[in-house]
């Protein structure tokens, strides 16, 4: 099996900064797309960030400019650097990763998701 495990969240004031990491183990292949999803309360999942294995990054557009996803392959971990933080970012922010794993004679790929970490950022 596969599993990912977050770190870096907390309580920040307006304005600071906060670095997520999310580290992937099991019985990897090889992992495809990682990226970062948030549910503040009342709210459903949305995307944060995304990263191909390739390095191709997307971003939703209330994070663009302020937020930047990176991954180190050789780690099987994917980071959110978040700045500018502002209280609408509270959130409890998940890690997804598209694996390829073998399973027996097979190679299986399936999406993964982490715990979750709280964000929290105060006016």
């Known amino acids: 099996q596969v599993q990912l495990v977050e770190s870096g969240g907390g309580l920040v004031q307006a304005g600071g900064s906060l670095r997520l990491s999310c580290a992937a183990s099991?019985?990897?292949?090889?992992?495809?797309?990682m990226g970062w999803y948030r549910q503040a309360p009342g709210k459903q999942r949305e995307l944060v960030a995304t990263?191909?294995?390739?390095?191709?990054?997307n971003y939703a557009d209330s994070v663009k400019g302020r937020f930047t996803i990176s991954r180190d392959n050789a780690k099987n971990t994917v980071y959110l650097q978040m700045n500018s933080l502002k209280p609408e970012d509270t959130a409890v922010y998940y890690c997804?990763?598209?694996?390829?794993?073998?399973?027996?004679?097979?190679?299986?790929?399936?999406?993964?998701w982490g715990q979750g970490t709280q964000v929290t950022v105060s006016s």
């Open positions: 990263i191909t294995s390739g390095g191709s990054t």
């Open positions: 997804a990763a598209t694996v390829t794993r073998v399973y027996y004679s097979d190679y299986v790929t399936d999406d993964y």
């Open positions: 099991g019985s990897i292949f090889s992992i495809n797309a």
